[in-house]
């Protein structure tokens, strides 16, 4: 049974019974514990949801970590065909160059071949010519 104190002139301690403000009391202190129980269960929830939310914040952070070491690995891929570009076209130049380089030697050794057969030309009707004389 539940009981409160008040002041009065003639007890200070007399003991009020009034079963108005006892049932009162008691409505309170149900309303209050249904309160509080219902903070603990909405703390629990808030917890298990802040779990949650941070497994899957370390699940993006992981997925984050792959892309961007997918990222890097792309970007190396690139940067090296990128010098594997560079080195073949400069191979292309090179060969260009040689090729350049060789077609005039080509056209000297023609230019020359040319005067050779002249020359045999030449040799041969002077020898045809001294072949005669003779």
């Given amino acids: 049974m539940y009981c409160a104190t008040t002041s009065s002139s003639a007890n200070k301690f007399d003991v009020v019974t009034d079963w108005r403000r006892i049932q ?4 309170t202190i149900t309303h209050l514990k249904a309160l509080l129980a219902k903070e603990v269960n909405n703390n ?15 699940a993006l ?27 073949a ?3 292309i130049s090179a060969a260009k160059k040689e090729l350049s380089a060789n077609q005039q030697e080509l056209e ?14 030449e040799l041969t009707q002077a020898n045809a010519e001294l072949e005669c004389k003779v």
């Fill in 44 to 58: 629990k929830v808030e917890k298990e949801g802040f779990e949650l939310l941070k497994e899957e914040v370390e």
């Fill in 89 to 91: 076209l400069e191979d």
């Fill in 108 to 121: 000297t050794a023609q230019s020359e071949l040319t005067t050779a057969r002249k020359v045999i030309n």
């Fill in 24 to 27: 009162g009391m008691e409505s």
């Fill in 61 to 87: 952070r992981a997925s984050t970590k792959l892309l961007e070491k997918q990222l890097q690995d792309t970007l190396s891929e690139q940067n090296s065909g990128q010098e594997d570009v560079v080195a």
